[in-house]
């Protein structure tokens, strides 16, 4: 089917607003991984999913950042009270399995931009 | 802290000739290693990946090579096009199982007609 998705492509938040990112990963994967890519960099792990339950969340920056995916599928990346240092690409990325040795397919990315 | 560097920000080479990416890695704990290639505006693409336990690998134009005494990776891209161009990552899982991965800062190769 389907690669994996991200809605919305382009996201422009005024400072402080809260925003929400979503996620659709390939159907039936059980991994789901959250990175965040600033411009002309390469992506920087955010957190990990294996099916419902967040198993690592050591990526996020602040306790500004909050991800759930609360039925192992679609997965949302909240940002409260967004600052301007949080201007990045959002990437989305989900494999089959839980183990290290496994392709992980990414979305296009949600591009926010705060102002 | 890990890291995964590159060597050369922008590489250009002209259309029809080979491209090699070299990628230094710092974790020797590290047992799985990617190359990405991004384009402008997408996600990262998987193009190639290897083990620890092997030296190369080889893909449909692509060679991926790894040198575990100095920490080395390249991307070996055969008979360059110009569909090509893009941004190359290599990437690490470092010392976890969990597979999240750790980036380099990435080169753009740009190729000529």
């Known amino acids: 089917g389907a690669g994996v998705s991200q809605s919305p492509r382009y996201k422009v938040a005024k400072r402080g607003q809260d925003v929400a990112l979503r996620c659709d990963p390939i159907s039936g994967h059980v991994s789901l991984f959250w990175y965040q890519q600033a411009l002309g960099q390469g992506p920087e792990f955010l957190t990990y999913?294996?099916?419902?339950?967040?198993?690592?969340k050591s990526g996020l920056p602040s306790d500004r950042f909050f991800a759930e995916r609360p039925e192992g599928s679609v997965s949302t990346l909240k940002i409260q009270r967004t600052q301007q240092e949080d201007s990045a690409v959002y990437l989305c990325?989900?494999?089959?399995?839980?183990?290290?040795?496994?392709?992980?397919?990414f979305g296009p990315g949600t591009r926010l931009t705060v102002l | 802290g890990e890291s995964v560097g590159l060597h050369l920000p922008t590489l250009s080479v002209q259309e029809g000739d080979n491209s090699i990416i070299n990628c230094a890695y710092s974790?020797?704990?590290?047992?799985?290693f990617i190359w990405y290639k991004q384009e402008s505006g997408k996600g990262p693409q998987f193009i190639i990946d290897i083990r620890s336990n092997m030296d190369k690998r080889q893909g449909q134009r692509v060679t991926v090579l790894l040198n575990k005494t100095v920490k080395h990776l390249s991307l070996q891209i055969a008979a360059t096009q110009p569909g090509d161009s893009a941004v190359y990552f290599c990437?690490?899982?470092?010392?976890?199982?969990?597979?999240?991965?750790?980036f380099g800062q990435g080169t753009t190769l740009q190729v000529k007609p």
């Open positions: 974790n020797s704990a590290s047992d799985y």
């Open positions: 990437a690490e899982t470092g010392s976890g199982n969990t597979g999240k991965l750790i």
């Open positions: 999913f294996q099916n419902e339950a967040q198993l690592d």
């Open positions: 990325a989900s494999s089959k399995r839980g183990r290290s040795y496994n392709e992980q397919f």
